[in-house]
Nanobody, 115 residues
C-alpha cells in the first residue's frame, strides 16, 4: 500500500524558513518522480518543485532560489527546504508521486507565512 506523509509545516514570519518532509512507504522514491505542490486558499493545486529518479530537479519560476527539493534515499524521504518565505507562499503543501498509472497524494501540511 502506497502512502505519503507530509510534515514540517507551521506558522512562520516573512523571511523565515521551513523544511517540509514527505516520507514514503510502499514505494521507493529513487525509482520515480516525486513532486511538491502548493494549494493557496481558494486556489487550485500547483506544482512548485519535483525531483526525478536521476536526481534532476525542476523548480517553478515563482520559487526559484528560495525553495530547494532534495531526497534522502536511506530514509525514503523527499524534502522541500523553503527559505525567504513570503506571505504569498501560504497554503497547504502536498507531495505526490505515481505508480502504475495511479497518482498518490499525502494529506498535506499547512504553511502560513505572516507579515
Amino acid at each position: 500500500q502506497v502512502q505519503l506523509v507530509e510534515s514540517g509545516g507551521g506558522l512562520v514570519q516573512a523571511g523565515g524558513s521551513l523544511r517540509l518532509s514527505c516520507v514514503a512507504s510502499g514505494i521507493t522514491v529513487t525509482d520515480r518522480t516525486v513532486g511538491w505542490y502548493r494549494q493557496a486558499p481558494g486556489k487550485e493545486r500547483n506544482l512548485v518543485a519535483e525531483i526525478r529518479s536521476n536526481r534532476d530537479t525542476f523548480d517553478d519560476a515563482s520559487v526559484k532560489g528560495r525553495l530547494t527539493i532534495s531526497r534522502d534515499n536511506a530514509k525514503n524521504t523527499v524534502y522541500l527546504q523553503m527559505n525567504s518565505l513570503e506571505p504569498e507562499d501560504t497554503g497547504i503543501f502536498f507531495c505526490d508521486t505515481w505508480q502504475s498509472e495511479t497518482g498518490y497524494w499525502g494529506q498535506g501540511t499547512q504553511v502560513t507565512v505572516s507579515l
